[in-house]
Each structure stands twice: as C-alpha cells, then as structure tokens.
C-alpha cells in the first residue's frame, strides 16, 4: 500500500473531505468488492457511490475486507432519483447495503428540476444530518438557482456540489458561487469520463513532469481545489491516478489548462435539466 497523505478540503460541518476519492459508477456490482478493495489496497481512502449505482453492498464489503478503520475512511452516497419522496427510508437502506451506521457525505444526485420537490428533500437530508448519520450533507448537480433556493428556504447551505467538471468544462461560474458560499466543489467526470482530452498542451505537461496526462488533469484538480473523484476497473490506473502528489504543476501550466475550458460546449454528460 502507499502510503501517502491525501490532501482534504475543510467542510462547512467541520469535517474534511479527502481531495482525491475513487468513484464506482459502472462498476459492476458484481466486481464491486473486489475493485473497491484493489483501490483500498492501492490508497484510497473516500470511496464515491450512489444507491442508483446498486453497488454499495459491495462497498461496504471492500471496507469490512481491508480490515481499515471505518474512520479513516471517507464514504459518499447519493438518494436516487426515484425515491425523492421517500429519503428517509432509501437513506437507511443505503446504510443498511453498505452496513454502516452512518455515512460522511450523503447527496441528492439531482435536482429533478420539473419534479420540484428538492427544497423539500433537502429539508429531509437536513434532518439526516441532526441525526447524526450522515456527518455532511450535499447536493449534485444543482446550478445556482437550485442551490439558491434551498439555501434560502431551509438557511442550511450544502457542504458540497459534486458536478460534471473536467479541463474542457471548467465550471467557473459555479465554482465562484460555491467558493462565496463554502460549498466544496467535487468533480465528477475529472478525467472527461473516459476520453482523455487529447490537447497537444496538456501532453506537452505531462511530458515536461514526466508524468502521464491523467496524472496532470487530476493534479489540476487537486491545485484548483476541486475534489476529484476518478474510476478505473484497473490496479494500473488506480496507482497511476492516485500518484499526482509529488509534483507540482507551475503558474504557466495551470494557465495553458485554463484556456482549454470550452464553457457550455465541453458538457459530456446529462444537463441537470435534462435528467427526469
Ligand atoms: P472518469 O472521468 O473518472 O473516467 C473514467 C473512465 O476513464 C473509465 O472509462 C476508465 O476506464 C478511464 N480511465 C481511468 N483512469 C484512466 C487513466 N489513467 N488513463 C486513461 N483512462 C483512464 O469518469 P466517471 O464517469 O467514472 O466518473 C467518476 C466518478 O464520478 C464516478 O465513478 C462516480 O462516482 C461519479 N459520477 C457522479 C455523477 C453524478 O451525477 N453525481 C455522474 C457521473 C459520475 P477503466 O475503468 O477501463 O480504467
């Protein structure tokens, strides 16, 4: 195992949340417990899982196989779309897959815009976090008007917004609000979601550091703040992704991955408002 300090980022609940996680959308539930466990095994200490992604049973079994004490790990997971009128019971039965008593982070995946009832979730998972089993709360996917709105109605501002961010959608304007209002931003899709920007700079980078190019988009992560959270099936790329801490990416190099953001056109994935 490496053993590496990972950086952490301070919530607005007094906790810290590990910089770089590992994310399992599309692992197979199946294979859950065996990848989540390589990734325990290769350092990682914040696993990213979601009850819509039916793999948290083997989560929880990765945890329970490395014999590391659940404090010192970091445990996400999200309510799922269809039981947005029931987050009280689909928490508990979170816990109950992952056979945890409590999580560290848990989120509302999305804001099901035309629903309209995430005021009203939110108002639940602020009663989850007072019972103490989620130690913070947080949405996903929720652009600033979201954001605003529970804010204003419930006065409880979400410890973090975990949405699509990477290289080439560099989410400024949201990033600015969630800095004005200490909402930790965490990246999902930081390496683009699985087709690397092939930037000639950003090769450029990575052959100056003499890393690979995923080393230098989750080392930018990591010097822009964000919580990153990348997946891979494979022990390689597990090792690859989480050795981005002995370097350090320059002023110029940061600027050169500044100016590929292409706003709204670098979207990869689901527009909130699309998700129903
Ligand atoms: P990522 O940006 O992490 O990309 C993952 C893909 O990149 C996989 O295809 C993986 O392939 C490949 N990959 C991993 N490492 C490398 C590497 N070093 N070089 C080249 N390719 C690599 O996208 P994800 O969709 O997996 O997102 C990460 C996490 O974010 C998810 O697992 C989930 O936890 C979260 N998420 C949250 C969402 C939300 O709505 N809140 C939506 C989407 C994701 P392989 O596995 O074969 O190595």
């Given at each position: 195992?490496?053993?590496?300090?990972?950086?952490?980022?301070?919530?607005?609940?007094?906790?810290?949340?590990?910089?770089?996680?590992?994310?399992?959308?599309?692992?197979?539930?199946?294979?859950?417990?065996?990848?989540?466990?390589?990734?325990?095994?290769?350092g990682?200490r914040?696993i990213?899982?979601?009850?819509?992604?039916?793999?948290?049973?083997?989560?929880?079994?990765?945890?329970?196989?490395?014999?590391?004490?659940r404090?010192?790990?970091?445990?996400?997971?999200?309510?799922?779309n269809g039981?947005?009128?029931?987050?009280?019971d689909?928490?508990?039965?979170s816990l109950d897959?992952?056979?945890?008593?409590?999580?560290?982070?848990?989120?509302?995946h999305?804001?099901?815009?035309?629903?309209?009832?995430?005021?009203?979730?939110?108002?639940?998972l602020?009663?989850?976090?007072?019972?103490?089993?989620?130690?913070?709360?947080?949405?996903?996917?929720?652009?600033?008007?979201h954001l605003?709105?529970?804010?204003?109605?419930?006065?409880?501002?979400?410890?973090?917004?975990?949405v699509?961010?990477?290289?080439?959608?560099?989410?400024?304007?949201?990033?600015?609000?969630?800095?004005e209002?200490?909402?930790?931003?965490?990246?999902?899709?930081?390496?683009?979601?699985?087709?690397?920007?092939?930037?000639?700079?950003?090769?450029q980078?990575?052959?100056?550091?003499?890393?690979s190019v995923a080393?230098?988009?989750?080392?930018?992560?990591i010097?822009?703040?964000?919580?990153?959270?990348?997946?891979?099936?494979?022990?390689?790329?597990?090792?690859?992704?989480?050795?981005?801490f002995?370097?350090q990416?320059?002023?110029d190099?940061?600027?050169?991955?500044?100016?590929?953001?292409?706003?709204?056109?670098?979207?990869?994935?689901?527009?909130?408002?699309?998700?129903?």
């Amino acid at each position: 195992m490496t053993e590496t300090t990972i950086p952490t980022i301070a919530l607005n609940n007094g906790t810290a949340i590990p910089q770089l996680g590992f994310g399992v959308f599309r692992v197979d539930p199946a294979r859950t417990a065996e990848i989540a466990g390589t990734a325990l095994e290769v350092g990682y200490r914040h696993i990213d899982t979601a009850a819509g992604y039916h793999n948290e049973a083997g989560v929880g079994e990765a945890v329970r196989a490395s014999g590391i004490a659940r404090n010192d790990l970091w445990i996400t997971t999200k309510l799922a779309n269809g039981d947005q009128e029931h987050p009280e019971d689909a928490f508990q039965a979170s816990l109950d897959a992952l056979g945890f008593d409590c999580v560290d982070l848990y989120l509302i995946h999305w804001p099901l815009v035309e629903k309209g009832i995430y005021p009203n979730v939110w108002k639940s998972l602020t009663s989850i976090a007072e019972s103490g089993r989620a130690k913070a709360i947080g949405v996903s996917n929720f652009q600033i008007e979201h954001l605003e709105r529970i804010i204003a109605e419930t006065g409880v501002t979400p410890a973090v917004n975990q949405v699509e961010l990477h290289v080439e959608f560099q989410q400024r304007e949201l990033r600015a609000f969630h800095l004005e209002h200490g909402i930790a931003t965490e990246a999902w899709y930081p390496l683009g979601g699985g087709t690397l920007s092939d930037a000639p700079v950003l090769q450029q980078i990575a052959a100056a550091h003499g890393k690979s190019v995923a080393q230098v988009v989750l080392r930018w992560h990591i010097q822009v703040g964000n919580v990153a959270i990348p997946k891979s099936n494979h022990r390689d790329r597990m090792a690859e992704n989480f050795d981005i801490f002995s370097f350090q990416l320059t002023d110029d190099d940061l600027a050169a991955i500044a100016a590929l953001d292409r706003g709204d056109e670098g979207r990869r994935g689901t527009h909130p408002l699309q998700m129903r």
